[in-house]
T-cell receptor, first 114, second 113 residues
Framework: KNQVEQSPQSLIILEGKNCTLQ??????????LRWYKQDTGRGPVSLTI?????NTKSNGRYTATLDADTKQSSLHITASQLSDSASYIC?????????????FGRGTQLTVWP | EADIYQIPRYLVIGTGKKITLECSQT?????MYWYQQDPGMELHLIHY???????EKGDLSSESTVSRIRTEHFPLTLESARPSHTSQYLC????????????FGEGSRLTVL
């Protein structure tokens, strides 16, 4: 069964600290893995998309890594800010393009305290 | 910022009412999607469209219906709302043939009393 599991379910950190969110998947075949940020009551916004051949991709203070062999990805947030408080969702596509099916994780709820 | 809009953002209605959630995008994307999301849960695909006059049901069974008469619009309709329909509804579109990157609207939060 194709699944995407994220950990931790929730995380609280102090402003300025770093954190790492985890995503494990069993989706096969694999085409790409995406990380989205979803603010409370808003729609998800794309942070990164990584294909099979990419093992790291950065977007400002966000750095995603991918190990396609172990089927694991992580999202590292550096020097956290209050605005980083949100749900971070890992999404895996099985065929890429617009024909692939998407498998969503339940997200990690990050809270940054001042 | 993605040019995809949902109206209304919030809606509180009584049981039995008919409602339509609007979704419009100005990016010329062929493919559009409706997802349902409950608190702390993953997004579930309820409808999708690959172009005008094309609509398909998603993975999660839904009593809602959709239409795609124009490329830009993908409205979702509930003929008779029930409390079990209370949820967040997210519309998305994609035009990237390589990655299929999704652009989401802000969502419509529906509460049925």
């Amino acid at each position: 069964k194709n699944q995407v599991e994220q950990s931790p379910q929730s995380l609280i950190i102090l402003e300025g600290k770093n954190c790492t969110l985890q995503c494990n998947y069993t989706v096969s075949p694999f085409s790409n893995l995406r990380w989205y940020k979803q603010d409370t009551g808003r729609g998800p916004v794309s942070l990164t998309i990584m294909t099979f051949s990419e093992n790291t991709k950065s977007n400002g203070r966000y750095t995603a890594t991918l190990d396609a062999d172990t089927k694991q990805s992580s999202l590292h947030i550096t020097a956290s800010q209050l605005s980083d408080s949100a749900s971070y969702i890992c999404v895996v596509s099985d065929r890429g393009s617009t024909l692939g099916r998407l498998y969503f994780g339940r997200g990690t709820q990050l809270t940054v305290w001042p | 910022e993605a040019d995809i809009y949902q109206i209304p953002r919030y809606l509180v209605i009584g049981t039995g009412k008919k409602i339509t959630l609007e979704c419009s995008q100005t990016m010329g994307h062929d493919k559009m999607y409706w997802y349902q999301q409950d608190p702390g849960m993953e997004l579930h695909l309820i409808h999708y469209s690959y172009g005008v006059n094309s609509t398909e049901k998603g993975d999660l069974s839904s009593e809602s219906t959709v239409s795609r008469i124009r490329t830009e619009h993908f409205p979702l309709t509930l003929e008779s709302a029930r409390p079990s329909h209370t949820s967040q509804y997210l519309c998305a579109s994609t035009g990237d043939k390589n990655t299929g990157e999704l652009f989401f609207g802000e969502g419509s939060r529906l509460t049925v009393l």
